[in-house]
């Protein structure tokens, strides 16, 4: 069973820029969450979706922004790259919403120059 | 969110069992605690997790203290896999989607 799957890897962003990151969840798996991590401020929570419908929501400004699909795929988008977005972004899925275990991907590691 | 309180950092020697303790003194009834790890250059991985029991899974043990204020995980037997940073997570149990890692512990295990 392939685990979750973040494309791309790696990406490099100019200021100002805005960026899509994609997330393929283990196949059956309904729930997607969204998190950023950097060496400051650790792993912190960003969005949860299921059903297509974003569920919970962390302490970010609007320019992070996400949305699933009908086939559970998920995407983050980020609006107006600041220097400070540069993050390693990881997702993660679950069975269902309220699930005990999720399964987190390798990340996409995004640098904003 | 309930907050949790961990040592920076442990070390083990491979083959002896390892210890780590996790203060969560604000728990509410029905925050699950859930340990996760994360090995270099990967994302999180799943450990175990609780409510008011102890725990056992192939991976690890988790002893819950009878007033639910404080945790410890238990690998048996530590390897020199089993280095990565150990984050102790509660959860509501009606929100467990939402995972609020704190700076965890970074277990080094030495040959």
């Known amino acids: 069973k392939a685990g979750v799957t973040q494309t791309p890897r790696y990406l490099i962003k100019t200021r100002g820029q805005q960026v899509t990151l994609s997330c393929s969840p283990i196949s059956g798996h309904r729930s997607v969450s969204w998190y950023q991590q950097t060496p400051g401020q650790g792993l912190q929570f960003l969005f949860e979706y299921f059903s297509e419908t974003q569920r919970n929501k962390g302490n970010f400004p609007g320019r992070f922004s996400g949305r699933q699909f009908s086939n559970s795929r998920s995407e983050m988008n980020v609006s107006t790259l600041e220097l400070g977005d540069s993050a390693l972004y990881l997702c993660a899925s679950s069975l269902v919403q309220g699930a005990t275990e999720a399964f987190f991907g390798q990340g996409t590691r995004l640098t904003v120059v | 969110d309930a907050k949790t309180t961990q040592p920076n950092s442990m070390e083990s020697n491979e083959e002896e069992p390892v210890h780590l303790p996790c203060n969560h003194s604000t728990i509410s009834g029905t925050d699950y605690i859930h340990w996760y790890r994360q090995l270099p250059s990967q994302g999180p991985e799943y450990v175990i997790h609780?409510?008011?029991s102890n725990v056992n899974n192939r991976m690890a043990s988790l002893a819950i203290a009878e007033d639910r204020k404080s945790s410890t995980l238990i690998l048996h037997r530590a390897t020199l896999r089993d280095a990565a940073v150990y984050y102790c997570?509660?959860?509501?149990?009606?929100?467990?989607?939402?995972?609020?890692f704190g700076t965890g512990t970074r277990l080094q295990v030495f040959p």
């Open positions: 997570i509660l959860s509501s149990a009606y929100n467990t989607d939402k995972l609020i």
């Open positions: 609780g409510l008011t």
